[in-house]
């Protein structure tokens, strides 16, 4: 079955970087756009960006413009997130999804362009 399994979350100080990890396995990963997404306590599931299979174009929420970069190796069947000048206001468990359907390079930013997720990463930016 498919698996996505999110790593790098933790603790930082504002101004800090992270750099999220997803692996994934069960599917064609090197087909399907990639998403990252983020919950914060009390506040639904937002789009953070997301990458075409070629890494072609990438998408990013205007909150995170200019601060968040999404790479992927399709060898290692990985995508990143990498995070600079975080703000406490990034606090949120992390998410990778997998696009719904194979070689789409258009924006989507609504969950339910997704098909698979994974358990999150917790991200906790402190001040």
């Known amino acids: 079955q498919v698996q996505l399994v999110e790593s790098g979350g933790g603790l930082v100080q504002a101004g800090g970087s992270l750099r999220l990890s997803c692996a994934a396995s069960g599917l064609p990963f090197s087909r399907y756009a990639m998403g990252w997404f983020r919950q914060a306590p009390g506040k639904e599931r937002e789009f953070v960006g997301r990458?075409?299979?070629?890494?072609?174009?990438?998408y990013y929420a205007d909150s995170v413009k200019g601060r968040c970069t999404i790479s992927r190796d399709n060898l290692k069947n990985t995508v990143y997130l990498q995070m600079n000048s975080l703000k406490t206001e990034d606090t949120a468990v992390y998410y990778c999804?997998?696009?719904?359907?194979?070689?789409?390079?258009?924006?989507?930013?609504?969950?339910?362009?997704?098909?698979?997720w994974g358990q999150g990463t917790q991200v906790t930016v402190s001040s």
């Open positions: 990458i075409t299979w070629n890494s072609g174009r990438t």
């Open positions: 999804a997998s696009d719904r359907s194979v070689y789409y390079v258009g924006p989507r930013t609504d969950l339910s362009g997704y098909d698979n």
